[in-house]
């Protein structure tokens, strides 16, 4: 039995606005959207273009309030081939939200507040 990655999901309160960031921030872009019938929720499947791995984005209408984070000790990783463009991009973006420069990483955070973690490749 061999099991391997599909998607993980973020849920979103403002669609629009994430969709920007990640495209803006991470380059990723639209590749399936699923729309509830009575509009109570949108998916949207987001691709780097080069992996299978997707990033799943749920927008719900009767969510109303922020979601809960906890400690933000769960995020998504990526890896950049341009560590230092990379870098220059976020602080631009203003989304660098914590940095460790022992081990050569950084994360940057969406609208939401989830974590996303920056790695050099190798």
Partial sequence: MQFTFAHNNYNVRDLDR????????????EV????????????????????KHQMELTWLRDWDRPYNLGDNEIHLAFVVD??????RKHQEMGCICFENPAMGIY??????GYWLEIVPSK
């Fill in 18 to 29: 994430s969709l920007a960031f990640y495209k803006e921030a991470l380059g990723l872009t």
């Fill in 82 to 87: 341009d560590y230092s463009a990379a870098y």
């Fill in 107 to 112: 994360f940057i955070s969406d609208p939401d």
């Fill in 32 to 51: 399936r959207r699923i729309n509830a019938e009575d509009g109570s929720y949108i998916i949207v499947y987001l691709s780097d273009g080069v992996s």
